[in-house]
């Protein structure tokens, strides 16, 4: 094992204390006195997830995990009063409200270079309650891998600090690079808890092996002249060494006799336990203890590393880790879901839920509810739509699922047809609501985007006391017919000042290419799906998502007035251009996002209620039906009023378009979010991570290079 690990490096290279049951259940926390907290951010936040204990007994239990406790401070930051920063002061850049989603920095990270479709970079905060840069000592840093081989003049990892504008010395910086030596990494990285040292799987395309790192920071790495890591330090040297410094675990089967690569399974860390588990090629689990606070090991046992599916064996995607049950969920590429006792190595198995190879990213687990979610790319139904094509589909699962379970689905859109060989797009995540994580019983909505053969879709799924609904499209994100893939969806809710104050809430998802994006290509875009809310504040201009009377109808609906709302929602207008009385709030209806606009031409007739987006980026709405004039009016800017056009068409201004897209050469890897506060409250600004999937000659380089992008979120700072 030894030797093959030297052959890689030549190849490749405190539970928090609960105050009181009542603060748990109500997701507030306060930041004890002149105690730092540190929240890291990456792709298995995403899968583990943690909706509102339904008892007292159940936030015990969950306040024993620090992922739950990293979730509150994660979504509930604007609690926490502000940090002091020397790094800024007077009109800087974190309490500009920004109008636009708009690129702050983009970094060269090399000639093909990529994260990967749905893989995700990964972010530590030192404190949350402060907006670190480089002068800090302790900064925030971001970690990208590069997804291609690195050398002397190419790093396969990446570290940017300095990361905010408001920063002096320009930002971001350098924080540190590594080169592998030919190693790539194919996954998503993950942190220790306290950002130290990081894990993830390097694979040289002939042997994979988990590699931790103890990074350290240089004034004079670049991602085209990183460190060299070698060589590797034996487990047994590793803690303590002089960082940088890693050592690696190569991944075989139970008899260390095969090697296996890994190009779909990122390592899932327990940070409770000291835990990490990876799958491999081979349908192997693998398990490691210690892994940051102790001599590292993989356990090699009767039992471990674990095949779970010896029949059929397949590659395995990425694992999930549930204490509360402790056990171990994980899909394979054959499309079933498996459960792992973690003690005793038994292995429960779903029915074949995937048939078409689309299953990529693994479930997600909530854990305080005992639900988990799979998302199909094609379900073998070939009856989707009343068709003969498969389904794209969300199936929920009990966790304590029996073996041959087939859960429940809510198909998302049609896959390509059954028998006609054509592998659909890969389905993955979906980003659950702000509604859902704070029910007590799984009641909210899931936004996923399917439609896995045909033109890419975002539905909202809703789903009530754990039950799934009937699925409603939300955008279509393609201009034509062709079937570029999405990324995963990502949602955050940035709640209201005060508790009387609604909330803000978006999701951001990218498509490859053929987007309605300006120039067409890859996108990433972020869409209002915030929801009406009882007895909140509304500012004029406030935009929502609401349902019609038939669930099947979304509409957005802008503010025309501040005000209150009512203490119950009643009916909402299914007509463009209609307005709503709600307790003291005036809402005027945009329309469905669905329903594409139509463009303005001169001299053309306009019906009742269509809908064009005007040079302001506002929707114009007919209000009186009639013909255009040779060129386009002087638009109106301020909501809610009527533009005349050539005499007696009427025009109405129902708000800003609220899906505001960025291109992004070939679409995006997976999308994290950090700093989720009002700028009033946090010297930070509310940011999203990730990298494009394709060169680019404009973004970040004169060369055809991928990036390493931050970006702004519109309506979130």
């Known amino acids: 094992m030894k030797g093959n690990a030297a052959g890689f490096v030549r190849l490749g290279a405190g539970l928090l204390c609960l105050v009181t049951v009542g603060w748990v259940l109500t997701g507030r926390a306060a930041k004890p006195a002149n105690h730092r907290i540190s929240v890291p951010t990456d792709w298995s936040h995403r899968h583990l997830i943690f909706s509102q204990p339904r008892s007292p007994e159940m936030a015990a239990r969950l306040s024993e995990d620090p992922r739950y406790w990293q979730q509150i401070y994660r979504r509930q930051q604007h609690f926490m009063q502000p940090g002091d920063s020397d790094d800024f002061n007077g009109n800087h850049h974190f309490r500009v409200r920004q109008k636009k989603f708009h690129r702050d920095w983009a970094e060269d990270l090399g000639h093909l270079a990529t994260a990967g479709a749905g893989n995700y970079p990964a972010k530590f905060s030192f404190d949350i309650t402060t907006a670190n840069c480089a002068s800090s000592g302790t900064p925030d840093f971001t970690v990208f891998s590069t997804g291609i081989s690195g050398g002397p003049t190419q790093a396969s990892i990446v570290a940017y600090d300095n990361l905010y504008s408001g920063c002096s010395g320009g930002f971001p910086q350098t924080y540190w690079a590594y080169n592998l030596n030919g190693g790539y990494i194919p996954t998503s990285p993950v942190f220790s808890r306290d950002g130290t040292q990081l894990a993830f799987v390097g694979t040289n395309n002939i042997t994979a092996h988990l590699v931790l790192l103890t990074w350290k920071s240089s004034n004079t790495d670049t991602v085209s002249l990183p460190t060299q890591l070698l060589p590797t330090f034996p487990a047994s040297a590793y803690v303590g060494c002089t960082a940088p410094c890693m050592t690696t675990f190569l991944l075989t089967d139970n008899a260390g006799t095969t090697n296996n690569l890994d190009n779909i399974s990122s390592v899932f860390y327990d940070y409770g336990h000291d835990i990490a588990w990876v799958g491999d090629s081979g349908g192997w689990l693998h398990q490691f203890t210690p892994v940051f606070n102790g001599i590292p090991a993989e356990v090699r046992s009767a039992t471990w590393p674990l095949q779970v599916n010896p029949g059929t064996p397949a590659p395995l995607t990425n694992p999930v880790y549930d204490r509360l049950l402790d056990a171990v969920f994980v899909e394979d590429t054959g499309g079933i879901l498996y459960r792992v006792d973690h003690t005793t190595g038994t292995v429960v198995a779903s029915s074949q839920l995937d048939i078409g190879g689309a299953v990529v990213q693994g479930p997600v687990v909530d854990a305080g509810n005992g639900l988990v979610y799979v998302f199909v790319g094609s379900d073998g139904s070939a009856g989707c739509n009343s068709g003969a094509n498969d389904c794209s589909g969300?199936?929920?699962?009990?966790?304590?699922?029996?073996?041959?379970?087939?859960?429940?689905?809510?198909?998302?859109?049609?896959?390509?047809?059954?028998?006609?060989?054509?592998?659909?797009?890969?389905?993955?995540?979906?980003?659950?609501?702000?509604?859902?994580?704070?029910?007590?019983?799984?009641?909210?909505?899931?936004?996923?985007?399917?439609?896995?053969?045909?033109?890419?879709?975002?539905?909202?799924?809703?789903?009530?006391?754990?039950?799934?609904?009937?699925?409603?499209?939300?955008?279509?994100?393609?201009?034509?017919?062709?079937?570029?893939?999405?990324?995963?969806?990502?949602?955050?809710?940035?709640?209201?000042?005060?508790?009387?104050?609604?909330?803000?809430?978006?999701f951001f998802v990218s498509v490859q290419g053929n987007s309605n994006c300006s120039g067409g290509g890859g996108c990433v875009m972020n869409f209002v799906d915030t929801p009406w809310q009882a007895s909140k504040s509304f500012t004029a201009g406030q935009t929502i998502l609401v349902r019609a009377a038939n669930p099947a109808n979304r509409y957005v609906n802008v503010a025309l007035t501040a005000g209150t709302s009512a203490a119950t929602q009643t009916g909402w207008s299914t007509t463009n251009g209609a307005t709503k009385v709600d307790g003291t709030v005036t809402w005027i209806n945009q329309g469905n996002p669905i329903t594409p606009l139509v463009g303005?031409?001169?001299n053309r007739a306009y019906a009742l209620h269509v809908r064009i987006l005007d040079t302001n980026g506002n929707i114009q709405i007919v209000t009186t039906a009639g013909t255009s004039g040779a060129s386009?009016?002087?638009?109106?800017?301020?909501?809610?009023?009527?533009?005349?056009?050539?005499?007696?068409?009427?025009?109405?201004?129902?708000?800003?378009?609220?899906?505001?897209?960025?291109?992004?050469?070939?679409?995006?890897?997976?999308?994290i979010v950090d700093n989720y506060v009002p700028s009033t409250t946090l010297t930070g600004a509310s940011q999203v991570y990730f990298t494009t999937l394709s060169d680019s000659t404009t973004t970040c380089g004169s060369s055809p290079t991928g990036c390493a992008i931050q970006a702004s979120q519109p309506a979130l700072q």
């Open 394 to 506: 969300v199936f929920q699962i009990p966790a304590n699922f029996l073996a041959g379970d087939v859960g429940t689905e809510s198909p998302v859109g049609s896959s390509t047809a059954t028998g006609s060989g054509i592998p659909p797009n890969p389905f993955f995540i979906g980003g659950f609501d702000n509604d859902y994580y704070t029910s007590n019983n799984a009641t909210g909505s899931l936004y996923v985007c399917g439609n896995t053969g045909f033109n890419p879709t975002v539905y909202q799924v809703p789903i009530q006391t754990g039950v799934l609904g009937s699925s409603a499209p939300v955008s279509v994100l393609t201009a034509n017919a062709t079937t570029p893939a999405c990324s995963p969806v990502t949602d955050f809710s940035l709640p209201g000042a005060t508790a009387s104050t609604s909330s803000t809430e978006r």
């Open 600 to 602: 303005y031409t001169g």
């Open 632 to 671: 386009a009016p002087s638009w109106v800017t301020t909501v809610g009023t009527t533009t005349i056009d050539n005499g007696t068409l009427r025009w109405i201004n129902a708000g800003a378009l609220p899906t505001v897209g960025l291109p992004a050469a070939g679409g995006t890897s997976g999308i």
